[in-house]
Nanobody
Framework: QVHLVESGGGLVQAGGSLKLSCVVS????????MGWFRQAPGKEREFVSG????????YYADSVKGRFTLSRDNAQNMVYLQMNSLKPEDTAVYYC??????????????????WGKGTLVTVSS
């Protein structure tokens, strides 16, 4: 059973940085594509970034491209989302997601089988 736990959220001023982490347990981590989604109050959950199983390919939403960097450490079962130049509109609960083999359209919520409980990021203006 896949277990995902996010950490690293918090309150930061606009222009600041945060690094989110997600640790995965219960499965062979390297078999899973990983991703981050976020959900702001009153809005639908949206894709932020994804990474393939070996870390060789990464994908970003246009809204975060150039500011966020996704990476993974398969030896540590960890995935990291470095968020720079944060904006108030980045405020949301950020969710880590895992999908076995990552063969679907990873920009869609329905493609992901496993989710963490989320970590709150608040960016003040």
């Amino acid at each position: 059973q896949v277990h995902l736990v996010e950490s690293g959220g918090g309150l930061v001023q606009a222009g600041g940085s945060l690094k989110l982490s997600c640790v995965v347990s219960g499965v062979t981590f390297s078999r899973y594509a990983m991703g981050w989604f976020r959900q702001a109050p009153g809005k639908e959950r949206e894709f932020v970034s994804g990474i393939n199983r070996n870390g060789g390919s990464t994908y970003y939403a246009d809204s975060v491209k150039g500011r966020f960097t996704l990476s993974r450490d398969n030896a540590q079962n960890m995935v990291y989302l470095q968020m720079n130049s944060l904006k108030p509109e980045d405020t949301a609960v950020y969710y880590c997601a895992a999908d076995l083999y990552g063969s679907g359209n990873l920009r869609t919520v329905n493609a992901w089988e496993n989710w963490g409980k989320g970590t709150l990021v608040t960016v003040s203006s």
